[in-house]
């Protein structure tokens, strides 16, 4: 089972990115799907989450803001990101707990490095 996060990238304060993580392999279930975020220097944070039913739970940095959603059936879970903040400027992870055919584990991507300009 692997995760693969894209679409970071440079956007100036205002902005807008859509990232996108797509889960492959050999999948039974996809449980709560999220995505955190490291800036240099601090720890990883959680940014958003969402439950296989749509529930949805954001930091409150970025409510209003961000919009986390996911396409069940193509095991996809994406972050829309508006009016980026310099302070968003970090490396985000796409997380997931995924029921292989072995068992329940949480998995992550590899990061996709998000940096606003002022």
């Known amino acids: 089972v692997q995760l693969q996060a894209y679409g970071g990238g440079l956007v100036q304060a205002g902005g807008s990115l859509r990232l996108s993580c797509a889960a492959s392999?050999?999948?039974?279930?996809?449980?709560?799907m999220g995505w955190y975020r490291q800036a240099p220097g601090k720890q990883r944070d959680l940014v958003a989450s969402?439950?296989?039913?749509?529930?949805?739970v954001y930091a409150d940095s970025v409510k209003g803001r961000f919009t986390i959603s996911r396409d069940n059936a193509k095991n996809m879970v994406y972050l829309q990101m508006n009016s980026l903040k310099p302070e968003d400027t970090a490396v985000y992870y796409c997380?997931?707990?995924?029921?292989?055919?072995?068992?329940?584990?949480?998995?992550w991507g590899q990061g996709t490095l998000v940096t606003v300009s002022s």
């Open positions: 997380n997931a707990d995924i029921w292989s055919l072995a068992a329940r584990q949480g998995y």
């Open positions: 392999g050999r999948i039974r279930r996809i449980d709560d």
């Open positions: 969402i439950t296989s039913g749509g529930r949805t």
